[in-house]
């Protein structure tokens, strides 16, 4: 059963990775973080990605469509992950799903050069899911 | 957790500890609390000794508070964390529990505990809370007994507990009007789970205050009975914000809230922050007296139900206080109730 730390850990074993954390998108804060962060700075860095999170999980243009009708009790992101791209490296944010009440992502920094947005992305949903459910 | 609604855990907080050289009793002098290189801070003694804990500069010898300084922010905690002090920091708003002088478990009256964030999600039930308590509670491993049990993940415990006690530590560092004290040795029955820096929890308490603020400067949706405000076209309202949109019944407030949604309340304060600068939620019109002015002309369309601050340009204030359907006048008011609140 994992913690943070070891969920941590093993993302950035994937290749490319540069850091990593986990990051409440409500306060903006940072749970818990690992390697670098942009600009050296993984407190600043979580409050800018919290916002992005945000407003990806708020807006209804990035819901899923069976969300118009009932059924959905809105505990959820209705996104599963965002990625971001530019010259030299990628941000991918998972959402976690939790069984209490959270708003809570897995941040991972990974370089273009060495990172496999593909693989990365399967294995941060795995470990967002071991991360809650153990 | 003595304070929150739900039916409380007994607890061992309040047994002593194991006996070791450190007298857990409620420390009363400040010679108690500082090591005699300490007592040169004449600032730090006034927190132990009755008086509200100042936000003055460590080490300055005059005590005047300095409104530089981040307000609220406790001196004695710094102190406490350099001196890795193992114990319980008791202020108006919550306690805060260190080991070595990081902290371990925080909480307040003002936001739910563990118990009920783990319970409401149905993640744990109430049962199973207290047996973990009463099993573990006084070796003070109820967070391992948890994850042994194979109901809670680890993870899942350090994402809701490392979440409860910044939560928790925000309202426990607010501003105080009351004197802190430290009681050297106790430990609380959770347990180790994942131990927080004291710098980085003040650094997180200040970022929140700083982000409060720049959703909407007004804190008054932050403690009082809250209504829903009439929006002439209410805007779709994220799912999130919807559910506490949904508590509002003009006599919860935003601890009310958070208890009954089973979340975290400085969430719930950022919500209510985002609403109320949508024009959604505004504080319950309470049965504060309006602000007669003699000059008061009478208004025979002065609005029902509504105590309008009338001022001496009644005509232009009942114009700003009158429910009204045109966005514009309801946003000059929001607008003005923000610029007041600056």
């Known amino acids: 059963m994992p913690g943070i730390d070891e969920c941590l850990l093993e993302a950035m074993r994937l290749p490319g990775a540069l850091g990593a954390a986990v990051v409440d998108w409500t306060s903006g804060l940072a749970l818990g973080t690992v390697g670098d962060a942009p600009g050296g700075d993984h407190e600043t860095t979580a409050a800018e990605a919290a916002e992005l999170a945000r407003l990806a999980a708020e807006h209804r243009a990035f819901a899923p469509d069976e969300e118009e009708g009932t059924g959905w009790d809105g505990q959820d992101p209705p996104v599963e992950d965002l990625i971001v791209s530019n010259r030299d490296t990628y941000h991918l944010l998972r959402f976690v799903r939790t069984t209490f009440d959270s708003s809570v992502f897995l941040h991972l920094w990974l370089t273009r050069t060495d990172g496999n947005l593909a693989l990365a992305r399967i294995r941060l949903g795995e470990m967002a899911g071991r991360l809650v459910l153990g | 957790m003595t304070a929150i609604g739900t039916p409380p855990p007994p607890l061992p907080v309040r047994r002593k500890p194991n006996g ?15 090591s005699p290189a300490d007592l040169t801070s004449p600032t730090d003694l006034t927190s132990s000794a009755g008086r509200p804990e100042p936000a003055a500069p460590v080490g300055a010898v005059t005590p005047a508070p300095s409104p530089a300084v981040p307000p609220g922010l406790s001196p004695m905690l710094n102190r406490l964390a350099a001196e890795r002090a193992t114990g319980v920091l008791l202020r108006e708003h919550g306690r805060l529990y260190l080991v070595d002088g990081r902290i371990m478990h925080a909480e307040s009256p003002e ?16 049962e199973f809370w ?7 509670g006084a070796r003070r491993r109820v967070g391992r007994f948890l994850v042994d049990s194979g109901r809670v993940s680890e993870g899942a415990l350090e994402l809701c507990h490392v979440g409860a006690l910044f939560d928790a530590a925000y309202f426990v560092l607010g501003p105080s009007s009351a004197p802190a004290r430290f009681r050297y040795g106790a430990v609380h029955w ?10 980085a929890l003040e650094r997180e308490t200040l970022r929140r205050r700083a982000l409060l603020h720049r959703i909407w400067p007004d804190p008054a949706t932050d403690s009082a009975p809250l209504v829903r405000a009439d929006a002439p076209a209410e805007p779709p ?38 609403l109320a600068a949508a024009g959604l939620v505004r504080t319950a019109p309470a049965a504060a007296p309006p602000q007669t002015s003699p000059r008061r002309p009478s208004i025979a369309h002065g609005p029902d139900g ?24 309801s946003l000059l008011r929001r607008l003005r109730d923000a610029l007041e609140a600056l």
């Open chain 2, 20 to 34: 070791g050289a450190q007298a857990p009793a409620d420390l009363t002098s400040p010679a108690d609390l500082t």
């Open chain 2, 111 to 126: 936001t739910p505990g563990l118990d009920v964030l783990l319970t409401m999600g149905g993640l744990l039930d109430t």
């Open chain 2, 130 to 136: 207290r047996e973990a308590v009463a099993q573990a």
């Open chain 2, 190 to 199: 959770l347990g180790p789970v994942r131990p927080v820096p004291v710098a």
């Open chain 2, 237 to 274: 309202v994220p799912a999130r914000q919807g559910a506490v949109l949904g508590q509002v019944n003009g006599a919860r407030t935003a601890a009310d809230i958070s208890r009954a949604l089973g979340r975290p309340a400085f969430h719930t304060l950022v919500d209510l922050r985002r």
């Open chain 2, 306 to 329: 509504l105590d309008g601050p009338d001022g001496p340009d009644a005509s232009v204030s009942a114009l700003l206080t009158e429910p009204s359907a045109d966005p514009d006048v």
